[in-house]
């Protein structure tokens, strides 16, 4: 949205048209992927394409398939990432690794999304709310975002669209607003008391032209999605057709009434012909184009499918190589994800000390690059090979397979497992003497 100036009636004018006659409209793309990333009216959008006498007789095909490739494809923090700040600032940050599981997932999913962060006194830590459904307001010649709006939640109370709230934020100015366009003061004089837009875009990939909002995977995949449920809805009445066959009668007028029975011989007048008739396309054609469908569209996202019927089993190093583009794909989005922890910390450091909590510059991530599961054996013999270069210490261990423990709880463990093994491993030195005595 593009405002000619910000002085508060302009700004207010512009908020009332945005509702007013696109809001609703605009968002309608972007709340199909949502739907089917959530798994909401598949059922509803499958129908669209069949007679509904036909869907009494065999169930509607509703397979979420969207959750399943956007989660498998966007794991830039399926491991967390190794953050080195201030410790005053590594103590608030609260949920954020699970807040990023969802910011990178919907990324992807929607192309741009917002992050509101904001201080949360009572558990003196730092939050987010991630905002899908927003509208980026600009001034002219300048291609970055001067505010914001987006409505708040009504939870799909129809009757409150009238009184509709939305909020508006700029580095000066921010308040809610009703549909009506009557402002809703937050403070007294409506100020920004950070003087920045706690806000902060997740992009999937850099501005390309003039579009601020991107494209991103979810309209694609949700296509596959319909296709996928409409093919799977079709071989659900296939099957039943396929089983049980449609009757057929020839050479009979409407002034004939005959009486189907199956305990009973049906006796047909002269002429009369009864068959069950089955269709002739092969059901196992459409199954090939539902894994089809999917697959063409995995690949799209650097995935491999592996389906349920699949029974061969690949070791840990052929996954690895299957899984080349992924992992490139990855790393890529490392890339992109490190300026957004940088644009989040600054906004961090700035809301917290708004709130009289100051900490330092330092600030770096490193992220973990994503890797096939090695087997048991694959690990023990990792471990071993570490410990006897060098390269980790027992304590090591504990912390990669109990990342919650703290230094005193790991130190305790070790204690005990070495108390346990004393006593075996003093046995196993004496029957070694004994061996000894009665060799030598």
């Given at each position: 949205?593009?405002?000619p100036?910000l002085?508060?009636?302009t700004i207010?004018?512009?908020?009332?048209d945005?509702i007013d006659?696109?809001h609703?409209?605009?968002?309608?793309?972007r709340?199909?992927m949502?739907?089917?990333y959530?798994?909401?009216?598949?059922?509803?959008?499958?129908m669209?394409?069949f007679?509904?006498?036909?869907?009494?007789?065999?169930?509607?095909h509703?397979?979420?398939?969207?959750?399943?490739?956007?989660?498998?494809?966007?794991i830039?923090?399926?491991?967390?990432?190794k953050?080195i700040?201030d410790?005053?600032?590594?103590e608030?940050?609260g949920d954020?690794?699970?807040?990023?599981?969802?910011?990178?997932?919907?990324?992807?999913?929607?192309g741009?999304i917002?992050?509101l962060?904001y201080?949360?006194?009572?558990?003196?830590?730092l939050?987010s709310?991630?905002?899908?459904d927003?509208?980026?307001?600009?001034e002219?010649?300048?291609?970055?975002p001067?505010?914001?709006?987006?409505?708040?939640?009504?939870h799909?109370?129809v009757?409150v669209?009238?009184?509709?709230?939305?909020?508006y934020w700029?580095n000066e100015?921010?308040?809610?607003?009703?549909?009506?366009?009557?402002?809703?003061?937050?403070n007294d004089?409506?100020?920004?008391?950070?003087?920045?837009?706690?806000i902060?875009?997740?992009?999937?990939?850099?501005?390309?032209?003039?579009?601020?909002m991107?494209?991103?995977?979810g309209k694609?995949v949700a296509?596959a999605?319909?296709?996928?449920?409409v093919?799977?809805?079709?071989?659900?009445l296939?099957?039943m057709?396929?089983?049980l066959?449609?009757?057929v009668?020839?050479?009979?007028d409407?002034?004939?009434?005959?009486?189907?029975?199956?305990?009973?011989?049906?006796v047909?007048?002269e002429?009369?012909?009864y068959?069950?008739?089955?269709?002739?396309?092969?059901?196992?054609?459409?199954?090939?184009?539902?894994k089809?469908?999917i697959?063409?569209?995995?690949?799209a996202?650097?995935?491999?499918?592996k389906?349920g019927?699949?029974?061969?089993?690949?070791s840990g190093?052929?996954?690895r190589?299957?899984?080349?583009d992924?992992?490139?794909?990855?790393?890529?989005?490392?890339?992109r994800?490190?300026?957004?922890e940088?644009q989040r910390?600054?906004?961090d450091?700035?809301i917290l000390?708004?709130?009289n909590?100051?900490?330092?510059d330092?600030y770096?991530v490193?992220?973990s690059?994503?890797h096939?599961?090695?087997?048991?054996?694959?690990?023990?013999?990792?471990w071993l090979?570490?410990?006897?270069?060098?390269?980790?210490?027992k304590?090591?261990?504990?912390?990669?397979?109990?990342?919650?423990?703290?230094?005193?709880?790991?130190?305790e463990?070790?204690e005990e497992?070495?108390q346990?093994?004393?006593?075996q491993?003093?046995?196993?030195?004496?029957?070694?003497?004994?061996?000894?005595?009665?060799?030598?």
């Amino acid at each position: 949205m593009l405002i000619p100036d910000l002085s508060l009636q302009t700004i207010v004018q512009s908020l009332k048209d945005y509702i007013d006659t696109s809001h609703y409209n605009e968002s309608q793309d972007r709340l199909k992927m949502m739907n089917y990333y959530e798994g909401i009216n598949l059922e509803q959008e499958v129908m669209r394409f069949f007679d509904l006498n036909a869907l009494q007789f065999a169930p509607t095909h509703a397979i979420n398939i969207t959750k399943k490739l956007i989660d498998a494809r966007h794991i830039a923090y399926k491991s967390a990432p190794k953050r080195i700040a201030d410790g005053r600032y590594l103590e608030r940050l609260g949920d954020l690794n699970q807040d990023m599981i969802e910011v990178d997932r919907l990324t992807g999913l929607l192309g741009t999304i917002a992050v509101l962060r904001y201080y949360d006194e009572d558990k003196d830590r730092l939050d987010s709310n991630i905002i899908t459904d927003f509208e980026p307001i600009f001034e002219q010649n300048n291609p970055n975002p001067i505010g914001i709006v987006y409505p708040l939640f009504s939870h799909g109370d129809v009757r409150v669209q009238e009184e509709q709230q939305f909020v508006y934020w700029s580095n000066e100015s921010h308040f809610k607003i009703k549909k009506s366009g009557e402002i809703i003061h937050v403070n007294d004089e409506d100020i920004n008391p950070f003087g920045v837009v706690p806000i902060i875009y997740s992009h999937l990939y850099p501005m390309i032209g003039n579009e601020f909002m991107r494209t991103g995977n979810g309209k694609m995949v949700a296509n596959a999605n319909l296709m996928y449920n409409v093919f799977g809805t079709q071989l659900s009445l296939g099957n039943m057709y396929q089983s049980l066959g449609q009757s057929v009668l020839t050479g009979v007028d409407e002034s004939t009434r005959l009486k189907m029975d199956v305990s009973k011989m049906l006796v047909l007048p002269e002429g009369a012909n009864y068959s069950i008739v089955s269709p002739s396309g092969s059901l196992a054609e459409i199954r090939q184009n539902m894994k089809f469908i999917i697959e063409t569209t995995a690949d799209a996202l650097h995935l491999k499918m592996k389906w349920g019927s699949d029974s061969s089993s690949t070791s840990g190093e052929h996954q690895r190589i299957m899984e080349v583009d992924l992992t490139e794909a990855v790393m890529s989005d490392f890339e992109r994800f490190r300026k957004f922890e940088k644009q989040r910390f600054k906004l961090d450091k700035t809301i917290l000390e708004t709130n009289n909590i100051n900490i330092n510059d330092e600030y770096s991530v490193d992220f973990s690059e994503p890797h096939i599961p090695a087997s048991p054996q694959q690990e023990r013999e990792e471990w071993l090979w570490k410990w006897q270069n060098g390269l980790a210490t027992k304590k090591d261990y504990f912390r990669h397979y109990n990342p919650d423990f703290t230094e005193e709880q790991i130190t305790e463990v070790m204690e005990e497992v070495e108390q346990d093994a004393q006593p075996q491993q003093a046995e196993q030195a004496q029957t070694l003497v004994e061996r000894l005595v009665q060799n030598g």
